[in-house]
């Protein structure tokens, strides 16, 4: 790199893309408007220089930590890890072709023996083990991440144009104010004026247009009657956004100006921040919730009655799902939502509506019986708390889960993109709302309750140090669910992200067979991949999901002696309403993976040959308008981490729609709009900060993996590292000192317990985004592109709860030390 630009290395990895763009030039001059002119010169040669075709081999044998394997590109084998082939693709896709700033880049990846070593030696002179980027920043302000909403953008009616021109106001008190436009369309318009102005939300305007009277010869009537419907302050000035009121008539006005829009919205640019804003919530969405392992449920209300009707699941929630399978594979699930819990729950205010549940199953005589209690059912039989968390906790089946419950509407099923009708044909039908047949099945939905394992082997632990009462275990009845009154049904549903799927599926009919326990049912394959099988079965299946089945494919094995294809053991992941067709899974032993090296060789095999598939639901959209509803009500944390060169850094948070429990340890340093994320960087483990750690060798499509943190937090202390302080609850050697931990905690401020889910994100899926993603490509190449590489970038998502009221449980910490705790009150 040409010296003197290092400073620019940002810039540089957001100019990749369009470097080969015909308006590269003036990309380059608005995108790089402050630097100054030579060094502007210098970064478009060095861009140019990396631009260069490369053939050169790369071979990463010995220099990475890291498995090579041979990776082919256009006729060259190269030897590259899982973290190199990454960042080949991902450099590639931005020059378009292998060049020279690829091969730099993947000789430089974070692995990389060499770049490791540097580092280390950088770490002695930097504060926190902080990259030089970021030493500028005072430690409060590196942790910094802006807030996203996964519903809050909506689509607009029309185009919106940027034009700039003088407008004249006039308020109902007829004063006049002298404004700016900002951007404008036939039905809206956004305007900048004064601050020392008065208006406010509801206010009834009217607007005339000096600057088209003077420019355009328009006519200097009456003015265009507006009503204000947001205000922001953030800047020097406000800026109003403001709504026509169509309340009068004014087809000359109109006709002007959807011609003027239409003449110049190549010329002023139309405005796209509502796009740009939706596709950035989009696709950080899908990297998040096929990765949850939470499993939402939803609830209808019929009169005074709660029913729970739905639920998702997804390969990493599944495990709650078996748990609450009886020996028939029958789902009980529904034994959590007792009558009197979700009413408990209905009582309290929005935000406190959550708790914590504990249960078990004992097997007897061959059928399962459930039991769960309540923190609050415990404590109303304190005879029996001791013996039900002693009894429970010793038993392999033993659960902690975390209930939390929030309100929602079925209208919040319907997405439509951020665009308006009059895009294209193709937008429009996109933006078609659900037919009334879907409609009908979600109209009586009213809340959201969410189900997440918050069990650890640290509580585990804790709960069987409680002395053991056998004479009470016979009064654990209580808490037993009786197996004569079956829980409501609840029909599940698999996430709908058909795009992500990390394997493209193929027709294949073929002979199976299928085995479990006794069971022994014949049916042919009706499309496979190299992990999954969907198949049709001649009789209906007795089973539900979340069983495991040994498969034998007869026809197939004929057809290889180097591969066993009998006894292999797949999942159940879903069942069809008919129960005539069963998906499955490959599991991981051994032998599954045989039987999945000879389906990628089969493909590999006959690509020309094979048909690839896209699945139909069986209810055409329930399954994307369950997901949707749930993005618009998603109850823990969402954050996102970024990779910048060789850094993980916080990228933003998932806005939740009501006041959260961990508000005051994130806003702590930020203001509304951000949030910061010092928590989860804080802890120190192996030298590493705990994102860099926990995020070293985990591999993309993994379950997510658990974490608990336990923090000090003293908002009093000025210097954010005396006032948050974390451990993890595996960094205690024994339960004495994390209760000493969280007594020292609650003496100087405040204790919280963190739960958290880290997933290593994948690639984003585009095509999900293609029609806005279009739109904007259209007007802007170069922010199309850097939105496309701001998704690529995207490196992780921690799911965030909070379970202090459980550790604190957990720990022998009574009702008012919690209540105490939770207000910031000394106990």
Same mark, same amino acid.
């Given at each position: ?108 990846? #974070? ?11 950088? #770490? ?115 800026? &109003? ?130 039991? %769960? ?37 079925? #209208? ?59 004479? &009470? ?26 795009? &992500? ?82 998906? &499955? ?185 293609? %029609? ?33 009221? #459980? ?21």
């Amino acid at each position: 790199m040409a010296a003197g630009i290092e400073q620019y290395q940002e810039l540089i990895e957001q100019l990749k893309p369009v470097v080969k763009e015909p308006a590269f030039n003036q990309i380059l001059s608005q995108v790089a408007a402050n630097v100054p002119r030579p060094k502007r010169f210098l970064l478009k040669m060095e861009l140019k220089r990396q631009a260069k075709p490369c053939q050169r081999i790369i071979d990463l044998r010995g220099s990475v930590d890291g498995e090579c394997l041979p990776y082919e590109f256009d006729g060259i084998t190269h030897y590259l890890d899982d973290i190199a082939q990454e960042v080949f693709e991902r450099q590639v896709r931005c020059f378009g072709a292998y060049t020279l700033g690829v091969y730099e880049a993947v000789c430089n990846t #974070e692995n990389n023996f060499r770049v490791m070593h540097s580092k280390q030696l950088a #770490e002695g002179e930097m504060l926190s083990g902080e990259a030089d980027t970021q030493q500028s920043l005072p430690l409060e302000s590196r942790y910094v991440a802006p807030l996203i909403d996964f519903a809050g953008v909506h689509q607009r009616r029309e185009e919106r144009m940027n034009f700039v021109v003088p407008v004249e106001l006039f308020t109902e008190l007829k004063e006049s104010v002298h404004a700016t436009s900002i951007d404008i369309s036939v039905s809206g318009l956004k305007v900048k004026a004064h601050k020392r102005y008065m208006f406010k939300p509801g206010e009834k305007i009217t607007v005339h247009f000096r600057g088209l009277e003077l420019d355009y010869g328009l006519s200097r009537g009456e003015g265009v009657h507006y009503l204000v419907t947001d205000i922001d302050h953030s800047r020097e000035e406000q800026r &109003l956004a403001l709504k026509r009121l169509f309340d009068q008539e004014q087809k000359a006005f109109d006709q002007f100006l959807e011609r003027f829009i239409q003449g110049n919205k190549r010329r002023y640019k139309v405005n796209m921040d509502n796009t740009i804003d939706a596709i950035v919530a989009k696709g950080y969405e899908q990297y998040y919730i096929p990765n949850i392992t939470s499993v939402p449920v939803y609830i209808a209300q019929h009169g005074d009655e709660l029913e729970p009707q739905y639920l998702l699941f997804n390969d990493c929630n599944r495990e709650i799902f078996r748990y609450w399978q009886d020996e028939d594979n029958h789902l009980r699930l529904g034994y959590l939502f007792g009558r009197q819990r979700l009413q408990q729950l209905l009582a309290r205010e929005a935000n406190q509506r959550e708790m914590v549940l504990f249960a078990f199953s004992h097997v007897t005589q061959g059928r399962c019986y459930f039991y %769960s209690a309540s923190m609050e059912e415990l404590d109303a039989n304190p005879e029996l708390k001791g013996a039900f968390l002693a009894y429970g906790s010793r038993k392999i089946s033993w659960r902690v889960f975390k209930l939390q419950l929030s309100e929602m509407h079925p #209208e919040q099923c319907h997405l439509p993109l951020s665009l308006p009708d009059s895009v294209s044909e193709m937008v429009r039908r996109q933006n078609q709302p659900p037919p009334p047949r879907l409609m009908s099945r979600l109209k009586n939905l009213r809340h959201i309750a969410l189900i997440t394992d918050i069990s650890s082997e640290w509580a585990t632990q804790a709960y069987q140090k409680r002395k053991l009462q056998k004479q &009470l275990l016979t009064k654990l009845q209580l808490f037993c669910h009786p197996r004569n009154r079956a829980p409501a049904s609840i029909l599940p549903f698999r996430f709908k992200y058909q795009e &992500l799927r990390r394997e493209t599926r193929f027709l294949l009919r073929t002979p199976v067979q299928l085995v479990h326990q006794d069971l022994n049912l014949s049916g042919v394959s009706e499309d496979f991949s190299a992990s999954g099988l969907r198949i049709e079965l001649q009789h209906q299946f007795p089973l539900d999901a979340g069983v495991q089945l040994e498969i034998s494919l007869p026809k197939l094995q004929k057809l290889t002696q180097k591969h066993q294809l009998s006894g292999i053991y797949y999942d159940v992941v879903h069942v069809s309403a008919d129960r005539n067709i069963v998906h &499955l899974m490959l599991g991981d032993s051994s032998r599954e993976q045989h039987a999945k090296a000879f389906f990628q060789e089969l493909i590999k095999n006959n690509r020309r040959s094979l048909k690839p598939v896209h699945e139909q639901q069986e209810m055409a959209g329930i399954g994307e308008a369950l997901r949707n509803i749930y993005a618009a009500n998603i109850l823990n944390l969402a954050a996102f981490i970024r990779k910048d060169g060789i850094q993980l850094l916080p990228d933003s948070l998932a806005r939740v729609p009501v006041e959260h429990s961990l508000a005051p340890l994130l806003t702590y340093r930020s203001d509304e709009q951000h949030r910061n994320l010092y928590v989860l960087y804080a802890a120190r483990m192996e030298s590493r900060n705990f994102i860099e750690h926990s995020l070293k060798g985990m591999r993309t499509h993994n379950v997510p993996s658990a974490f608990e943190l336990f923090v000090a937090f003293n908002p009093k202390q000025a210097n954010i590292q005396q006032a948050i302080q974390v451990k993890l609850a595996m960094q205690f050697s024994n339960d004495a000192l994390r209760r000493e931990f969280i007594s020292q905690a609650m003496g100087k401020g405040r204790f919280f317990a963190l739960k958290l889910f880290i997933t290593k994100t994948g690639r984003p899926d585009i095509s999900l985004l293609h %029609s806005e993603l279009t739109y904007v490509n259209g007007y802007a190449v170069h922010k199309a592109k850097m939105l496309e590489e701001q998704l690529w970038n995207v490196a992780a998502t921690v799911d965030l709860l909070d379970i202090t009221t #459980e550790v604190m449980y957990r720990y022998g910490f009574n009702s008012h030390h919690i209540e105490a705790n939770s207000s910031g009150h000394e106990v």
